[in-house]
């Protein structure tokens, strides 16, 4: 508690850890790539460096935990204790530890669990890893912001455990969402739905975190999504490289993907239940049913005139093909019968589409809400 501690990053995490340090005695300065007006603010890394013993480093991504470890490298020395926190590729982090060492300084990888309340309340769970002298060095820095530390083993180690739990973490989200999109289409009650869920093998503390909020739209940051997607795209690429098909992470990754594209990048990623319980503003609900009256004509069929006897005989290789284009089986019906059967179902689907979108959109203005 007598040497000085940095910190680098002062998002979600970064602000909680550092609230933790100072509560319990420790003397801390921070940095930050956006300047930010808060006690023991400093020009840069480097200065970060020459001032603290102890440097933790909550910076977002792969690129930025590289920059950071070269601009703290010119300042290092064997007093040093770097401890990085990004959840990265297992080579950046290898790569990160190199650049390090180099100086003489140690290493800790230590990405963590937890999200803005934990980091608030000192609660975190780090993954640790590298040598016994370097863990012990950190230890007491760590339990500061922590209610357990676990060693995983080598270097690079705990960030691919930390990736793996993510995966499992962001596919049972996705799947709580796809399921509240169930009951509500049902017009099951969710209250119901919550009490099932609560003595269901299933459950989880995510869950139970993140299912009140789905509900409720209420998607303030506390992990975001556009975090959530780096992890998926790390946990894809480790897939690929080990010949793995991770079938249930890849779908998770492309709807993250589209909430990123639709500008929700910052908002926390049990976000993807937008895409399954309806928009939050009357504008998006407008936004909804214009988006399904602009594409009305795709889900529509043209009718086929009735076949001919003489068509009936035997299937020409382009009755084949239109076959085949719109997905129909062997059923023993015309292709005339099964074009008809095809547009009504399709006009169907429309027509309930566009019935839940005015019904959303007449919920949600604002003579509705007050």
């Not at 068509?311 to 239109?322: A, T, V, W």
Request: hydrophobic share 40%; glycine share 6%.
């Amino acid at each position: 508690m007598r040497k000085n501690i940095g910190v680098i990053g002062l998002g979600i995490i970064g602000r909680g850890v550092t609230a933790n340090l100072r509560q319990k005695g420790f003397q801390v300065f921070v940095w930050n790539r956006t300047p930010r007006p808060v006690p023991n603010f400093v020009g840069s890394p480097a200065e970060l460096a020459e001032m603290c013993d102890y440097l933790q480093i909550f910076v977002s991504d792969d690129d930025a935990l590289v920059q950071t470890v070269q601009q703290l490298s010119g300042a290092l020395a064997p007093r040093h204790v770097v401890i990085a926190h990004s959840t990265v590729a297992p080579n950046s982090m290898r790569n990160a530890a190199k650049t390090v060492e180099r100086r003489g300084a140690r290493f800790v990888e230590a990405p963590f669990t937890g999200s803005k309340t934990a980091a608030e309340k000192g609660e975190l769970v780090y993954y640790v890893a590298g040598t016994d002298a370097a863990l012990k060095e950190a230890r007491p820095i760590l339990e500061a912001s922590s209610k357990e530390i676990i060693e995983i083993g080598e270097l690079g180690q705990a960030t691919a455990i930390k990736i793996a739990t993510n995966m499992i973490t962001a596919a049972s989200v996705q799947a709580a969402a796809e399921a509240l999109g169930i009951v509500r289409a049902l017009g099951l009650p969710l209250e119901k739905f919550l009490q099932a869920m609560r003595d269901n093998a299933s459950h989880s503390a995510t869950l139970a975190m993140k299912m009140p909020k789905m509900i409720n739209r209420d998607f303030e940051p506390h992990f975001s999504i556009k975090h959530m997607l780096k992890d998926m795209q790390i946990a894809n690429q480790l897939g690929l490289s080990h010949d793995l098909e991770l079938g249930v992470t890849a779908a998770v990754r492309d709807r993250l993907v589209e909430q990123v594209q639709q500008d929700h990048g910052e908002e926390d990623y049990s976000a993807v239940a937008r895409k399954y319980c309806g928009s939050t503003t009357p504008e998006e609900a407008e936004s909804e049913a214009q988006n399904v009256e602009a594409h009305a004509g795709e889900f529509v069929l043209i009718p086929k005139p009735a076949a001919s006897s003489a068509d009936l005989k035997g299937p020409k290789p382009q009755q084949e093909n239109d076959t085949a284009a719109i997905g129909e089986g062997t059923l023993a019906t015309s292709p005339g019968e099964k074009a008809e059967e095809e547009t009504q179902s399709r006009h169907r689907i429309l027509s309930r589409l566009l019935r839940r979108s005015r019904q959303l959109l007449k919920r949600t203005t604002p003579s509705e809400e007050a």
